[in-house]
């Protein structure tokens, strides 16, 4: 039994309390997989194939030639004018797009066409299974869809999909970029699973420790094949899938994306909803991660060698609101909602045991080395978004979630 195959039967009771389970049933990576796509898909007639022009150029006109008379339909996104965003009109597109009788969504891409498939999937009740393009991030298995609702970057509980296929030789010869983000993806967990320990500590938030050991074990594997996935070896980008499929199991035993997603993440969410507000130029996700991830790794540093001291918080909800503009006010909403400006809770009363929780994790040195490693430099990053944008980052990034890291340790005891 792979260790996906173990991961997928689930924990019936983990020594954490709960029980794991993941919905994906299938999962195929290999070098051959597109040749088999009737065989592994031989249950359905009735196919929509979702796709945008680049996925569909590459690989999903044979995807759909290789199932033959089975796709019935076929929604293809213009990527003309640049990026797809997954808002409300991809995703009624999308929804106009299923006819009577469909069986099965069939998405061929990666991020945002399986979050797309995801959503959709779960408010038709079809199900759906994803042809990964690029091993370029870790959502293919959760059940949480990241959208862009009402200008804010929302992750919508929806559906993990049926089934997860992979075919090395695609995934070897996709865009260095996207190669590079998913690695970023997985590296960026060094810090988000340091602050799933902080918030655990500072706010009793739910803590697995096998799901915990599970996630830092895919980072130590991934961690040494940045130069495969940069030559695109189809061994180096198969074991990165891998990792990405078992970060979407994580996420689905926890029910929420912890495991996975942190500070790192939320500086990643807030470079990429500015820019889309202010229709600038950001990052591919997973490398906004991994850069993201070296800042908050300068912050660790700098709160361990501190001490937090309570203070007067400035007039954060006009600072929202100069940074988030027409979006303001769902973030001000939402930070009402946790109330975690108006709470003391997270006052560290044993400063000694918080310091060494954010020493086990790298420092900014090493993540610079790691971020080298993969052929990425910090230069690039900083000269995009400029050092107030970043700053505004480091204060403001963590109302666009309601998840507690240490950038809310940072701005309300140390900056």
Known sequence: MTEISRLLAGVEMCACGRSHACPVECVEIGPDVTGRMAEILRDYRKILLVADENTYRVCGAQVEKNLGETVCARCVYATSGGLLIPDEAAVARLEGSLFPGCELILGVGSGVINDLCKFVSHRSGLPYYIFATAPSMDGFASVGAALILRGMKITENARAPKGILADTRVLAASPLRMRQAGWGDIIGKYSCLNDWRL?????GEYFCPEVYALMLACVERV??????VRRGEESAVAALMEALVIAGIAMSWVGNSRPASGSEHH???YFEITGILQGTEYLPHGIDVLC???LTAELREKMRGATPKKKQLPDWRAEIRRIYGTSAEGILDLQKKTGLYES??????????IRNILADAPGAEEML???SEIGLSMAEFETLYGRDHIADGLMYAKDLKDR????WLWYKYFA
Do not use: I, K, M, Q
């Open 199 to 203: 918030s655990a500590e500072l706010l």
């Open 223 to 228: 961690r040494p094949l940045a130069a495969g």
């Open 267 to 269: 500086l990643s969410h």
């Open 292 to 294: 993201s991830a070296v």
């Open 344 to 353: 003391n809770a997270d006052f560290p009363a044993d400063w000694s045991h």
């Open 369 to 371: 080395a790691l971020l």
């Open 404 to 407: 507690y890291t240490c950038l």
